[in-house]
C-alpha cells in the first residue's frame, strides 16, 4: 500500500517518504519558520530595518529601561553572533544609544530612543496585521494549541 504525500513533500516536491514522522516534523517545523521569516522581513524591511534589528527595538522597548548589551543577545528570537555590530547598525539610524555602565565599566547598557519608539509605532498595527494573516486560518483555539505543542518542543530542546 502506496503512502498518501503529505503536503510538506508536495511544498518541497519531495517524491520519497519521509524516513519517520520525526523527520517530516522537523522539517515541517523549519519550512514553517523560513515561511513565517520571510513574510515578517518583507513586512518590516518596509520601514528601512530588518527583523534582527527590529527584535532589538522591540526588546528595548520591553525592557522599559537601558539593559546590558549581552541581555539583548540573550533574549533575541534568532540568536546572532554579531549583536556589537547589530547594534552598530541600529546606533547608526539614530534608533538606539549606547552607554557604559556606571557600575561596571565592562558593560554597555542599550536604550531605544525617541526616533526608535516612533518607527515601532509605526509599524506596530502593520505586524500585528502579518500576525492574523500568518496563522489567521487557524481557530484560536487551534493558536493556542500550536503555541503549546511548539512551547513542548522548545522545552525538551534546552
Do not use: W
Request: hydrophobic share 35%.
Amino acid at each position: 500500500m502506496e503512502s498518501e504525500t503529505s503536503a510538506l513533500q508536495r511544498e518541497i516536491r519531495q517524491n520519497r517518504p519521509f524516513r519517520s514522522p520525526g523527520q517530516e516534523a522537523s522539517l515541517a517545523i523549519l519550512h514553517t519558520a523560513d515561511v513565517v521569516r520571510r513574510r515578517s522581513a518583507a513586512t518590516i524591511e518596509r520601514y528601512g530595518v530588518t527583523l534582527q534589528q527590529y527584535n532589538v527595538l522591540r526588546i528595548l522597548r520591553g525592557a522599559g529601561a537601558p539593559i546590558p548589551t549581552l541581555e539583548i543577545g540573550e533574549r533575541m528570537i534568532e540568536q546572532t553572533p554579531g549583536i556589537t555590530r547589530l547594534l552598530d547598525r541600529i546606533e547608526s539610524k539614530g534608533l538606539v544609544t549606547r552607554r557604559r555602565c556606571p557600575d561596571d565599566r565592562r558593560q554597555v547598557l542599550c536604550s531605544i530612543t525617541p526616533a526608535g519608539l516612533e518607527l515601532l509605532g509605526r509599524i506596530d498595527e502593520v505586524v500585528d496585521e502579518s500576525d492574523q494573516d500568518l496563522v489567521g486560518m487557524l481557530r484560536p483555539e487551534e493558536q493556542k494549541e500550536l503555541i503549546r505543542l511548539l512551547a513542548a518542543v522548545r522545552a525538551g530542546n534546552e
